[in-house]
């Protein structure tokens, strides 16, 4: 299972496991938590309570006021004088000359334990390097310390003062934040006011187009009404002219019924009138068959007495 992690007060992570197992000050800078023995957090050398540094190898508290102070304020001037630097060089010496010559640089000279931590402004500080250090983080394969560059510096060079604390950090942070916010905000309206001005400049032609076509479609629906009418009588004057056709083919039909009716009540009658032409037709056709052969001999018989007596009449002249 997965042991709890604890914060400390002076901003040290544990495992609740281990801290349970201890029952001092805090076992990286020394800070006694509960107040009652004032000595764990003093100088090793001096019992200084201020400008303690904790070496972060052995945790020895040593500070870096009390000899520097008096050392480096008849150094300043010594090396100013001598070496001709400029004044930000000769802030970066003496401020070198002030941790070397401190309770915490005797450490250093003794142990060559490197990295010490400040109990004020928990920055760690490189005596080899001579400057604050970015990050420190631990190897997890050999426990080593390792440090981790600032990402945002281009420069390999070590700050002879020491970086932003994590309230200060946030606040930084906060205020880039800000700024962006800022700056997208902005940058957000500044769109949405030409998103605004162009939609309102589209919604005015859309406005326009539907006016057109509203006022094309009411010249188009008087045209279509006027048209209308003018089919309308058409087709009025049609009906009219179609109902008059329509009585003059009823009047017509009634008087062909009429006329059939009185066909078919005529029909016997004729058709026995025919009957009849058709027997007076046979009994003709009979009597002249009969009668017409003794007719053509009389024919003939006359013709012949016409020519002979027309022959012996030429004879005679």
């Known amino acids: 299972t997965?042991?709890?992690?604890?914060?400390?007060?002076?901003?040290?992570?544990f495992h609740l496991d281990c801290l349970r197992q201890w029952s001092g000050p805090c076992i990286v800078c020394r800070f006694d938590h509960s107040g009652l023995n004032e000595t764990l957090s003093q100088c090793h050398i001096c019992g200084t309570t201020?400008?303690?540094?904790?070496?972060?190898?052995?945790?020895?508290?040593?500070?870096?006021?009390?000899?520097a102070a008096a050392e480096g304020a008849s150094a300043q001037p010594s090396v100013a004088s001598v070496t001709g630097l400029s004044a930000g060089e000769t802030a970066a010496a003496?401020?070198?000359?002030?941790?070397?010559?401190?309770?915490a640089g005797q450490h250093y000279n003794q142990t060559l334990h490197a990295y010490a931590l400040d109990t004020s402004?928990?920055?760690v500080y490189d005596f080899a390097g001579q400057g604050y250090v970015?990050?420190?983080?631990?190897?997890?394969?050999?426990?080593?310390?390792?440090?981790?560059?600032?990402?945002f510096?281009?420069?390999?060079?070590?700050?002879?003062?020491?970086?932003?604390?994590?309230a200060q950090e946030g606040e930084v942070v906060h205020r880039k934040l800000e700024g962006f916010a800022s700056q997208y905000y902005t940058l957000l309206k500044s769109q949405l006011e030409q998103q605004r001005t162009f939609y309102e400049g589209r919604l005015q032609e859309i406005r326009r187009e539907f006016s057109t076509k509203e006022r094309n479609?009411?010249?188009?629906?008087?045209?279509?009404?006027?048209?209308?009418?003018?089919?309308?009588?058409?087709?009025?004057?049609?009906?009219?002219?179609?109902?008059?056709?329509?009585?003059?083919?009823?009047?017509?039909?009634?008087?062909?019924k009429s006329m059939n009716e009185s066909l078919e009540a005529n029909r016997p009658a004729l058709e026995h009138r025919i009957q009849q032409a058709q027997r007076e037709k046979i009994e003709s056709r009979d009597m002249i068959q009969r009668y017409?052969?003794?007719?053509?001999?009389?024919?003939?018989?006359?013709?012949?007495?016409?020519?002979?007596s027309m022959g012996g009449r030429s004879i005679a002249r």
């Open 153 to 166: 510096s281009s420069s390999q060079e070590r700050s002879l003062t020491p970086g932003l604390s994590d």
């Open 217 to 256: 479609q009411e010249k188009s629906k008087t045209e279509l009404i006027s048209a209308l009418r003018q089919e309308r009588k058409q087709l009025s004057h049609r009906l009219v002219s179609i109902q008059r056709k329509k009585e003059k083919v009823l009047s017509d039909a009634a008087f062909l």
């Open 134 to 151: 970015h990050r420190l983080v631990q190897n997890k394969e050999d426990g080593k310390l390792v440090e981790v560059n600032d990402p």
């Open 292 to 308: 017409l052969p003794a007719l053509e001999e009389k024919l003939t018989t006359l013709m012949l007495q016409l020519e002979e």
């Open 94 to 103: 003496a401020t070198a000359h002030r941790f070397f010559t401190s309770h």
């Open 2 to 13: 997965k042991s709890s992690i604890l914060t400390t007060v002076c901003n040290h992570t």
């Open 50 to 67: 201020e400008h303690n540094y904790v070496c972060l190898i052995c945790g020895v508290i040593s500070c870096v006021g009390m000899v």
């Open 121 to 123: 402004t928990q920055h």
